[in-house]
Every structure is written in structure tokens, then in C-alpha cells.
């Protein structure tokens, strides 16, 4: 009696007849697929649901770092959420080198590759203004979370357009200034300024267009937050910055700090800090260390003296 295959494969199953073992009924031929083995004889199936020998999707570890992928995971610091494709040079896989035919042919593909990663000119504006944003970011030290929430800002800034008429890399620093206010972190303009490849000016515009425009919840910046750069640009000892934070706190309290730029505020803390604990430290110094002037270093001072003089009586 003649036998018939009454189960269909597709092209992507792997068909493979078991010739070693029979079927344990009939003693039929079997045949494996991708999904089941099946007696091609007497329709017994024999096994299904196989075990998937890739790499596993989920991971039981506490802190759930030794997951196994794929591929890399998504980010927001690529244009294309960092699923572009690298293209090698000289060798393979395996550290072997290819021959000069593969070579020119992988540097036609590359070249191919190039002018098809831009769908459009936006495409190219994106990546410019992340790959900047990945600068400045690396340059102050900034973590990976901010420099993620910093490149959702500049793609957000794009999709509402406001890149038109405006510097891209100003609105790349502006994005990373504008996410370490968002997160608290003390970073001035100043700092922005020197690692970004634009003016003053036209950083403090692309910041308080993002403001207006996307409505940023900054957050105050504490003067405490200031007080251990500068102590340590101003190599101040440990007893100067601990007594300085101390004067943060009191300045806080009393409102000294609403309104004031916090770096001067911080500045004023170390100063005050130094002359009572007489350490040699001259007005300009701090000043030009915080980036303020003499005149607003003396004029926190002062108010700083004055809210400590009933703590210093008490004590």
C-alpha cells in the first residue's frame, strides 16, 4: 500500500528523515520538521514543541545584567535608534583577511550603505545634532541616562520644528544644558560654553526657546551642589568645604539664595567658609574660578555674615 505525505512544509522548516530509529508503534519511517516528528506511516506523532536551543530571551538574575541578545538594544543617541548596519574592511568574522575582490566589493557596499543611511535631509540633521550632543555629553562626564534624555530633547526640538533658522549645534548644547537642569545637576552655562562649538548668546537663546517652546521641568539647582568643584578648583581643605555646605544650608533658609545665580551663592559659602577658618584665599580668585564678580562674591558675603550672626550667638 502505497503512502502519501498528508502534512505540508514550508520553505523554512527543516525536513529531516530519521533513518536510525523507527516509529515505536508500527516501526515506520519518521520524519522530523521544525515543528513536530511525525510517522510518516501510521500519522503518530511522536514529539512536538522542541526545545529552542538559541539564546534565551529572559534572565533570572537580580540585577538582570546577563541577558543574551541578539544584537545591540535600542537608543535615542543614534538617528536611527541604532539599528544601522557596520560594514567591515579587511577581515572577516573569524580575524582572517579577505582578498583584494571582497575588499573592493565590501567598499562598493559601504558606499551604498552611505547614501542609503539618509533618507532626507532632516535624517542628516539628526544625526549631526545627536552626534554632537554625544560630544558634549562625553566631555563633561555626563552619565548615559542624561545624554539619553538629552538626545530625546534635540529629536523632540526637531519634530516641532525649531531647528529652522537656528544653529544646530546651540540647540545640541542647549539640550544637554537643558536636561541637567531637568535632573538637578549643577552644570552652568560656562561649562556648556566651553566644550560647544557655539557663542554665548546663542546658547542662552536655543535654551530659553526649549524652555518656552517644550515646556522643560527644570528643576532649582541647590548652591550646595557647586560647593565640592569649586573646593576642589580652588584646592580648599576637607574643614573649608564641610563648613561651607553648612552655610549653603543656612543661606537657604534664610533666602538668600532665591533669585541668585547658585554658583555665586556656593562661591560666597567657600569664601565665608575660608576667612573663618583663616585660610589665605583672595576675593578674585574665587571669583574668577565661579565666573562672577568680585561685586556679587562681597555682596552674598555680606548676607551670608548677616543671617549667621544669631547662629553665632546661640552657639
Not at 521544525?34 to 537580580?62: K, N
Request: aromatic share 4%; charged share 25%; with cysteine.
Amino acid at each position: 500500500m502505497a503512502t502519501r505525505d498528508i502534512y505540508d512544509t514550508g520553505f523554512d522548516e527543516d525536513v529531516q528523515c530519521n533513518t536510525t530509529t523507527g516509529c515505536p508503534e508500527c516501526s515506520g519511517r519518521v520524519q522530523t520538521t521544525a515543528i513536530e516528528t511525525v510517522c510518516e506511516d501510521c500519522g503518530l506523532v511522536i514529539d512536538d514543541q522542541q526545545i529552542d536551543h538559541g539564546p534565551e530571551w529572559r534572565s533570572f538574575a537580580d540585577d538582570e545584567t546577563n541577558r543574551e541578545r541578539t544584537g545591540a538594544p535600542l537608543t535615542p543617541a543614534r538617528h536611527d535608534r541604532g539599528l544601522s548596519t557596520t560594514i567591515g574592511r579587511k577581515r572577516d568574522g573569524r580575524g582572517q583577511t579577505l582578498s583584494g575582490a571582497k575588499q573592493r566589493q565590501l567598499g562598493r557596499l559601504r558606499r551604498e550603505q552611505t547614501w542609503a543611511r539618509w533618507q532626507s535631509t532632516a535624517d542628516q540633521n539628526l544625526a549631526h545634532g545627536l552626534g554632537e550632543v554625544r560630544r558634549i555629553a562625553s566631555a563633561l562626564d555626563l552619565g548615559t541616562s542624561i545624554r539619553d534624555q538629552a538626545c530625546t530633547l534635540f529629536r523632540s526640538a526637531q519634530n516641532e520644528d525649531l531647528l529652522r533658522g537656528r544653529s544646530i549645534e546651540a540647540i545640541a548644547a542647549a539640550s544637554v544644558y537643558g536636561a541637567c537642569r531637568c535632573n538637578g545637576l549643577s552644570r552652568t552655562l560656562e561649562e556648556i560654553e566651553t566644550v560647544a562649538r557655539c557663542e554665548r548668546s546663542g546658547l542662552t537663546t536655543a535654551y530659553n526657546t526649549l524652555n518656552a517652546e517644550l515646556g522643560l521641568p527644570t528643576q532649582p539647582v541647590n548652591p550646595e551642589a557647586f560647593i565640592p568643584q569649586l573646593a576642589s578648583d580652588l584646592d580648599l581643605p576637607d574643614r573649608i568645604h564641610r563648613r561651607a555646605r553648612k552655610f549653603a544650608a543656612v543661606a537657604a533658609e534664610a533666602g538668600i539664595s532665591n533669585g541668585c545665580h547658585p554658583a555665586g551663592v556656593a562661591a560666597a559659602c567657600l569664601y565665608t567658609a575660608a576667612r573663618e577658618c583663616e585660610w589665605s584665599v583672595t576675593q578674585t580668585r574665587v571669583a574668577e574660578a565661579t565666573d562672577i564678580s568680585t561685586v556679587t562674591l562681597r555682596t552674598h558675603h555680606e548676607a551670608i555674615t548677616d543671617a549667621l550672626v544669631p547662629e553665632t550667638g546661640t552657639t
